[in-house]
Structures are given as C-alpha cells and as structure tokens.
C-alpha cells in the first residue's frame, strides 16, 4: 500500500519492511544512515531507537520513537503515538487535555 502510495505521489523512494532483532538493531541503524534512510519503528524498538536518536521534544518526553530521518549526518526521532491516540479519544468523546496528560 504505501508503495503504491509513494508512485502515484511521484516520490522516487521505497518503503520495504525490515525484520530487525534487538541485537542487530545498532548495525541496522548505521545501515540505514548510510542511505540517509528514514521510516517508522515498532516493538521491540522504539526506547532503544529514542536512546539512539536526537530526539523531537515530544519522541523525548514520551522515551519512544516511532518514525525517524537522517538530517546533517544525524538520527533524528519523532512519536506519532501520541497525536494518535489523542486523535482516538476525541473521536470517542473523552480527550485528555494534551497541556495537562501525562505523556510520560
């Protein structure tokens, strides 16, 4: 899906799913920055990914990162997570205060 997405967008990159264990996580990593590679990041990896990253406020507050980028050499970490459960809760009715909510 988000392939066919990047093509018709005009986007000359690829999305491919990597299977990567925790051990193998810091090789990976440097992989991937050496083709300035960006993506988003599932359990087991996102704490580890956040300790290895130069991270956004939020992906720093929150200590999980779920999409990340390569920007002047650097990792650099974000988390979605939380706008999307925020987006979850407004549908049901029942937002937490995004300026009070614990993040953390």
Known sequence: FQNA???HAGLPVRYD???VAPEALHE????????RAGGNVTI???EAVATAARCT?????????NTFWHEQGRLIGH??????????FNVRGNAPDPR????Q
Not at 28 to 35: D, F, I, Y
Not at 100 to 103: E, G
């Open 100 to 103: 009070t909510a614990d993040l």
């Open 79 to 88: 988390n979605t997570d939380v706008a999307g459960a925020l987006r979850a």
């Open 44 to 46: 087991p990896h996102k």
């Open 57 to 65: 406020s939020l992906a720093e507050r929150v200590g999980a990162v």
């Open 5 to 7: 997405a990047l093509e």
């Open 28 to 35: 990976a990593l440097a992989r991937l920055a050496t083709e």
């Open 17 to 19: 799913r990597l299977d």
